[in-house]
């Protein structure tokens, strides 16, 4: 159970420690690959964004379009061997409970969880289901593979992703008010409030550095 409560908004049947500053402080709850993999993916998403209805950038978009696949296919695998918040099993919650977490925010005790809330991993995992299908369509796009139809399913993937970026951001946003806590610059230091007993063990630099090398590889080998 990842959730933990804020400063007098105790969550309703909660069992965590209290969220506040005696009993809790920031503790380590992105390790190394979701923070990596996270501003890569927004990066690369952006690049293959601004490059995409131009021929004279079509290498940059194919080339960005392949960094950000090789990145999602990384983060399914850690979604099932990394660290706990970053695990599908901890954060994927049924819709019931995304429902729950959304009504909680307008009431005295907004839900605050240590990983994802259950509402934000439901756009996450749009988000790479999304841009999965993305990549694909937009690699037999290229390839000339299935004419009109890859074409059409590549656009309107695209276009889906990027509402639900927008409703991503409008989520960070609303969050980080409600919780009073900057969720973003979490994303890059890793650092979340939460009882110390909620941390995260080791940062997993290693996996980091692997996802590094995995996405050259790939994008290396594509584009050769
Ligand atoms: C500048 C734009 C962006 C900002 C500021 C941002 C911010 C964030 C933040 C703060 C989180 C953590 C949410 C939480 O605390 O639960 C997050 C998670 C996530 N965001 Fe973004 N985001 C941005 C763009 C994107 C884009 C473009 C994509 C993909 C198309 C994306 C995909 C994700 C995914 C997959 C996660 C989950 C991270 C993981 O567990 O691996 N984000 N984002
Ligand atoms: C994050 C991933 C990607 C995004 C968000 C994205 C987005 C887009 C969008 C919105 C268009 C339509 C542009 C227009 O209005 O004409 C487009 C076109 C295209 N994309 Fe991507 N793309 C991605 C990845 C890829 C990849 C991996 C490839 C190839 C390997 C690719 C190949 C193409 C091609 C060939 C077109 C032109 C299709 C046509 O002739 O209309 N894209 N992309």
């Not at 909660?14 to 809790?24: F, K, Q, R, V």
């Not at 293959?48 to 960005?64: F, I, M, Y």
């Not at 919780?179 to 409030?193: A, C, T």
């Amino acid at each position: 159970m990842n959730i933990s409560t804020h400063p007098e908004r105790v969550a309703a049947g909660s069992t965590a420690a209290p969220d506040n500053a005696a009993a809790s402080g920031r503790i380590l709850v992105w390790d190394w690959p979701t923070r990596i993999g996270h501003w890569l993916l927004a990066g690369s998403f952006a690049i293959a964004w601004l490059t995409a209805e131009s021929e004279s950038w079509r290498n940059v978009h194919v080339a960005s379009g392949y960094l950000f696949g090789a990145v999602v296919a990384f983060r399914l695998v850690w979604g099932l061997v990394g660290t706990r918040y970053a695990r599908f099993s901890e954060f994927v919650k049924s819709p019931r409970a995304a429902w729950r977490y959304l009504t909680s925010l307008l009431g005295p005790r907004p839900q605050h969880t240590v990983g994802h809330n259950p509402a934000g991993a439901w756009a996450i995992v749009a988000l790479l289901v999304l841009g999965a299908i993305s990549v694909v369509s937009g690699w037999l796009t290229f390839n000339e593979v299935g004419g009109e139809l890859f074409e059409e399913l590549h656009e309107g993937a695209s276009n889906a992703a990027l509402a639900v970026v927008g409703i991503h951001l409008i989520g960070v946003a609303t969050g980080s008010l409600i919780h009073r806590e900057n969720l973003i610059g979490s994303m890059f230091s890793g650092l979340k409030r939460g009882a110390a007993n909620a941390a995260i063990v080791g940062a997993r630099g290693w996996a980091g550095l692997l996802l590094l090398v995995w996405v050259v590889a790939v994008v290396t080998f594509l584009m050769r």
